[in-house]
């Protein structure tokens, strides 16, 4: 389908696009319509309806079609972009006058001269005047002088309106389910998901479009036309198998709504599918958590720093951060089917991530884990292009709000900052570092399908990284823990709920040892002014301060050796903090040892795709109802 035509992908010798069975090199020059006119002419591609599109709240409408005449030369493709306020006449006049000056151009091309003599007039095929006129085939009659809104409403209500240029008909397509971009990612490994790294649709429906998966070896000519595909799966995603290596990939998608059915378009994969990296740690820890829990008081919560592609990759990162591994380890098209892979496996209620890039949020955590059922949110941290991301299965939790905020945006406007921020906002050094920082939490209220009288508010938080920002953290773990008391106990009494069946989970990368302030502030529930972590950074001491939360926390996980692994550093930062009298942890998944950890020295790696280890414990309530 003409509209569809789009780069589907790119690489260092050529790659391929397909619009209805027309293989395309995508190439640069290939994006021009001109050269595809051309390609189309020697592939014998043919269309017969026009393409009307109109985007909401737009003006214009846009047209398009091809153009095949044999008796004046003509195989091109016609675009045309006019206001919707414009009447069709003068449309079609100046559709006329573009069509003209390319029959003309057409016909006058390499013709010999003729002897001329005054007896006959030389003869030519350019008719008098080119004809374009619309053509209401159920009243048998030409349509004219009125807006073009008004063809567009006809055309809406069902009438068939043509539109004919020359000898040839169209039949005019308004607003058909179409594709408008689609592409696979560079890297496909056996034994993980392969979908779309990029998807968009305009006027359809992903959940009503079908998508099926094809596979076929590429012939010894290279010829792409050549290859025999063969069906191996249909859906969004595809499990690629051992049996896939060595082959190429071909993906369809029907762009669908409830009532219509468009052009499909189709994507071959730029590469071969490649062997796997082996049997990765992860997929040990699967075999503890192989199925869902089955009971309705019961829940499994994942927490995860899944290293952004915005901080993976640079120039530093690849030659000083993470230097140790190697390049397609850090590529996001690598290491996002392993997170994916991993994130699946733990067969999880609840997830909270950070360091999630939008546009993976976006394009690949979103509708992958909506089509196992789950719903996320995400909130950017500031206007960074990353930041945190809490997804829930929508079996066995309903969600009733969902907020977040930038902390250092609302130190001096969110009133239960108030006392604290005065406290230290004096210190103007200390004052603009915390402002300055990007550093969001976000919280979740759901409630349990199964037993709606229990209500979990699940927080979701990424501290600042700082080595001598220990104050900073501290502070933050202040601030974050008045916004969610303040929005527990908002809840609680709008609500009004019962504490014993009301619950906090608090997630995230505190960056936080278990001997700094911070792990003492959630399980003690107190810190003092005589604390170290206050005088981390003398410049921006904090004197003078106390913090205090209300709520009996316990890390579910304990504190491990180490929740993130790099040669640089090494520590327990990661934590999953939950209240201890409302619920109490079942198990927890046991973590990678130090030897796996240190295979490749330090991770990531080609078996670990973040630098952080994903936190992993199953929950029970405290008191059944």
């Known amino acids: 389908m003409l509209l569809s035509l789009v780069p589907c992908f790119r690489n260092q ?11 395309l090199p995508n190439k640069p020059h290939f994006n021009s319509l001109k050269y595809l006119s051309n390609f189309a002419l020697r592939h014998r591609y043919n269309m017969n309806v026009a393409y009307f599109r109109q985007l909401p709240n737009e003006e214009q409408c846009s047209i398009s079609f091809h ?34 000056k390319e029959v003309k151009k057409r016909t006058n091309r390499k013709k010999k001269p003729q002897k001329v003599t005054t007896e006959e007039p030389i003869k030519t095929d350019i008719p ?78 992903k959940e009503h479009s079908s998508f099926q998966w094809y596979r076929g070896k590429m012939p010894k000519s290279k010829n792409a036309e050549q290859i ?49 990296p082996g049997q990765c740690p992860f997929e040990v820890r699967h075999l503890f958590t192989q199925n869902k829990l089955a009971n309705q008081f019961q829940f499994r919560v994942v927490t995860y720093n899944i290293l952004a592609d915005l901080y993976a990759d640079s120039d530093y990162s690849r030659n000083e951060l993470f230097g140790y591994c190697s390049n397609y380890a850090l ?28 546009k993976v949020f976006n394009m690949d955590l979103q509708p992958v884990l909506r089509m196992k059922s789950f719903e996320g949110f995400f909130k950017a941290k500031g206007n960074t292009a990353e930041g945190l991301a809490t997804f829930f299965d929508v079996n066995r939790f309903e969600a009733l709000d969902s907020q977040g905020i930038t902390i250092g945006e609302c130190l001096e406007t969110l009133e239960t900052f108030q006392d604290l921020w005065n406290q230290i906002k004096t210190n103007e050094k200390l004052a603009a570092r915390i402002k300055e920082r990007s550093t969001a939490v976000s919280v979740t209220l759901l409630r349990c399908r199964q037993n709606p009288l229990k209500h979990l508010l699940v927080a979701n938080t990424h501290f600042y990284f700082h080595p001598d920002a220990d104050h900073i953290r501290l502070l933050q773990g202040g601030f974050s823990m ?43 529930r107190f810190v003092g002014d005589e604390l170290a972590d206050w005088q981390s950074n003398e410049e921006e001491a904090v004197r003078g301060v106390t913090l205090a939360q209300p ?19 090494q520590a327990c930062i990661d934590y999953i903090y939950y209240q201890c009298d409302s619920l109490r942890v079942n198990d927890v998944v046991p973590l990678p040892s130090e030897e796996e950890l240190m295979a490749y020295d330090a991770i990531p790696s080609p078996v670990f795709p973040s630098d952080h280890i994903a936190l992993v414990a199953s929950f029970e309530w405290a008191q059944k109802s």
Request: charged share 25%; proline share 3%; with cysteine.
């Open 13 to 23: 010798s050529c790659s391929f696009v397909i619009i209805n069975n027309l293989i």
């Open 67 to 100: 153009l095949i005449n044999e008796k004046y030369k003509i195989n091109k493709i016609f675009n045309f972009c006019r206001n919707v306020t414009e009447n069709i006449d003068a449309s079609a006049d100046r559709m006329r006058a573009n069509i003209e």
């Open 128 to 205: 008098e005047e080119v004809i374009v006129r619309f053509f209401d085939t159920e009243n048998k009659q030409d349509v004219k002088d009125m807006p073009f809104s008004e063809l567009l409403n006809r055309i809406r209500n069902n009438k068939e309106i043509l539109l004919k240029v020359l000898e040839n008909n169209f039949l005019i397509n308004f607003n058909s389910p179409t594709v408008q971009a689609i592409n696979l990612p560079h890297s496909i490994l056996a034994g993980f998901y392969v979908y779309p790294s990029k998807l968009e649709l305009l006027f359809a429906e």
């Open 228 to 276: 025999e595909w063969q069906l191996i799966g249909e859906g969004f995603s595809h499990l690629v198998t051992s049996n896939d290596v060595g082959y190429h990939l071909k993906f369809v998608c029907i762009p669908k709504t409830l009532q219509e059915t468009g052009a499909s378009s189709e994507v071959i994969s730029n590469g071969e599918i490649e062997a796997g």
């Open 331 to 358: 590529h996001i098209d690598y290491r996002k089917q392993l997170f994916i892979k991993e994130l699946l496996g733990y067969n999880a209620d609840i997830i909270c991530l950070q360091e999630v890039d939008k």
């Open 482 to 524: 008045l916004y969610v008391r303040d929005i527990y106990e908002r809840f609680e009494r709008e609500l009004q709920l019962d504490r014993a069946h009301f619950a906090i989970i608090f997630c995230g990368d505190f960056n936080s040892t278990p001997e700094c302030g911070m792990f003492r502030l959630m399980t003690e």
């Open 551 to 569: 709520f009996m926390f316990q890390s579910a996980c304990g504190c491990p050796k180490f929740t993130n692994y790099t040669v640089g550093f």
